[in-house]
């Protein structure tokens, strides 16, 4: 009678214990991240900003490869659910510090756009492109091809072949046969010797799929696709769109001694300032610009 006493009592811990987990061993906190849209649901971007807010900071600090490919999959995800609604487009994203959140003036373009340095120097870029034409909202995800396209000066690109870079500014012109032309400026953390700063274009075709690269770009006699500039990785290099003399300006780079001439990593700025005009449907080259003067005579 004893035995069954005790034999019962074991079995009434044992099912309390079953029953509630604090009462045996620890329970390992399963964290679960709100659906981004259960069926028949809208979506909140409130919610879904404040997620990615936070992957994107855990993303920046990141101190392993694992860690930021894990973070960088995840952000992707989320992503490319968010923008499946048109309403996307409109949303702030105020939060987001961690990645470049871009419109164009027109109301047309938005991209959003970040890196992922990897312990070895180099950086992979990530873009989702959202293109509004009428009524329609238009989606694409660009595939960072930088380190296997040569000549990138002079290659056409689409979204599957992209030269990836941290887009800041984006400038629309109308171009010849009224092609709209969104000239891209990029900054690129190329790697432990030098950085990139990248004046890129985009237009569209007439299936609406992006095209990256065209030859606008003029440099004397030479034109080509896109613009590259390299520089020593501690150097600060100038390159924006002044929008009172309607030009890209920017440092013209030198390197620091005459025998590195064609070493990249030893150039910067020299205290002389180059720019492009648009004219005539295409970027025009201007050298030595006084940038004091508000208006620039460019019949000299």
Same mark, same amino acid.
């Given at each position: 009678?004893?035995?069954?006493? %005790? ?5 009434? #811990? ?11 061993? &620890? ?11 259960? $069926? ?21 600090? /990141?101190? !392993? ?45 938005? +991209? ?37 396209? &040569?000549?990138? $000066? ?18 629309? @012109? ?6 709209? =032309?969104?000239?891209? +400026? ?11 700063? #990248? ?11 992006? #095209? %990256?690269?065209? /030859? ?24 924006? =769109? ?18 590195? &001439?064609?070493?990249? &990593? =030893? ?9 492009? @005009?648009? !004219? ?19 019949? !000299?």
């Amino acid at each position: 009678m004893q035995r069954i006493f %005790f034999l019962l009592i074991f079995m009434l #811990v044992g099912v309390l214990i079953l029953g509630n987990p604090a009462l045996g061993q &620890e329970r390992t906190e399963d964290i679960r991240e709100p659906q981004i849209r259960a $069926e028949n649901q809208t979506i909140n971007f409130q919610q879904q900003e404040q997620i990615l807010h936070r992957y994107f900071d855990s993303l920046a600090h /990141a101190r !392993e490869d694992d860690t930021r490919d894990a973070l960088n999959k995840k952000i992707l995800s989320r992503f490319r659910r968010i923008l499946d609604d048109p309403r996307s487009f409109d949303y702030p994203f105020d939060s987001i510090q961690n990645a470049g959140i871009l419109k164009s003036a027109d109301g047309k373009i938005r +991209l959003y756009n970040w890196n992922v340095p990897y312990e070895a120097g180099y950086n992979i870029f990530q873009c989702f492109l959202q293109y509004k034409k009428a009524d329609t909202l238009l989606t694409y995800e660009l595939n960072d091809q930088s380190e296997k396209i &040569e000549k990138p $000066e002079s290659q056409t690109l689409d979204k599957d072949k992209w030269y990836g870079a941290l887009y800041y500014d984006i400038i629309v @012109k109308q171009g010849r046969f009224d092609r709209t =032309y969104y000239t891209l +400026l990029g900054f690129d953390p190329n790697d432990f010797l030098s950085n990139r700063k #990248v004046i890129d274009v985009l237009y569209f075709d007439k299936q609406d799929q992006p #095209v %990256f690269g065209a /030859a606008i770009f003029k440099n004397r006699q030479k034109v080509s696709q896109r613009i590259l500039f390299e520089y020593n990785e501690f150097a600060n290099m100038m390159l924006r =769109y002044d929008q009172d003399k309607e030009m890209i300006v920017y440092d013209h780079l030198s390197p620091s001694k005459p025998q590195y &001439e064609g070493q990249r &990593e =030893y150039y910067g700025p020299d205290f002389s300032y180059d720019g492009l @005009k648009f !004219e005539n449907g295409i970027w025009n080259t201007y050298f030595d610009l006084d940038l004091r003067l508000n208006e620039i005579d460019f019949d !000299e």
